[in-house]
């Protein structure tokens, strides 16, 4: 069954600690994204990788870190640089980048620093 | 950067026909229009896609007009199911990033 992962659905962190949320695809896409979503609000842009070992920042790249060493796999870290990290995180993945890309998205991970 | 402007909310009833239109007036020349739909606590889904004219698909029809500043998603006979937000994305054209505005919130009530 093709898809995209993301896991844990909710975590929750203490402030000031790092934490690694999981992404996970086996559509053999080379793109895949990492976009925050606040309530309310739309998605914005983290990273994007567009082949393994290269990636992008995104819009709101501050805090964040990843590393995409498999295909399949695009992890994202959000360090303790992260001034207000508690938002749903989203991954996403696509054949490549271009317009008519259609991106794929996970479940989502709701993160919660308390 | 190929921002978007949508209405933040629309209402509508069951059973009838909605129009959401999405302003890009930087859209790039080989921007692709990409509208998706998001329920709560969801990733996005991909409702629909076009470059100019019409586009129609089972689910939705995608009008643009000839000088592609802006594009109207047509849903067709909506139900409570359809209460969603609704983006419209197009590529950023130069990096081929993509921007995804705030969205439109449609509630359909019955």
């Known amino acids: 069954d093709g898809g995209i992962t993301q896991s844990p659905k909710y975590l929750f962190r203490k402030e000031g600690q790092n934490v690694t949320l999981s992404c996970e695809q086996n559509?053999?896409?080379?793109?895949m994204y990492w976009y925050r979503q606040d309530p309310g609000q739309g998605l914005r842009l983290i990273y994007y990788s567009q082949i393994v070992n290269d990636f992008q920042k995104g819009d709101i790249a501050e805090g964040y870190s990843v590393s995409r060493e498999k295909k399949e796999s695009f992890p994202l870290t959000v360090t303790s640089a992260q001034k207000n990290p508690t938002a749903f995180y989203l991954c996403?993945?696509?054949?490549?980048?271009?317009?008519?890309?259609?991106?794929?998205f996970g479940p989502g991970t709701r993160l919660t620093v308390l | 950067l190929a921002k978007t402007t949508q209405p933040i909310s629309m209402d509508s009833y069951e059973g009838q026909e909605v129009n959401i239109t999405c302003s890009h007036n930087?859209?790039?020349?080989?921007?692709?229009i990409t509208w998706y739909q998001q329920f709560p606590s969801q990733g996005p889904r991909f409702i629909i896609q076009?470059?100019?004219t019409k586009v129609t698909n089972e689910v939705a029809s995608l009008f643009i007009p000839a000088d592609r500043k802006s594009s109207t998603l047509s849903l067709p006979r909506v139900s409570l199911s359809d209460t969603a937000v609704y983006y419209c994305l197009v590529g950023d054209g130069v990096f081929n990033k993509f921007y995804f505005g705030s969205g439109t919130k449609l509630n359909v009530k019955p």
């Open positions: 559509l053999n896409h080379d793109a």
């Open positions: 930087n859209i790039a020349t080989n921007d692709y």
């Open positions: 076009g470059y100019k």
């Open positions: 996403a993945s696509s054949l490549g980048v271009g317009s008519t890309d259609t991106q794929y």
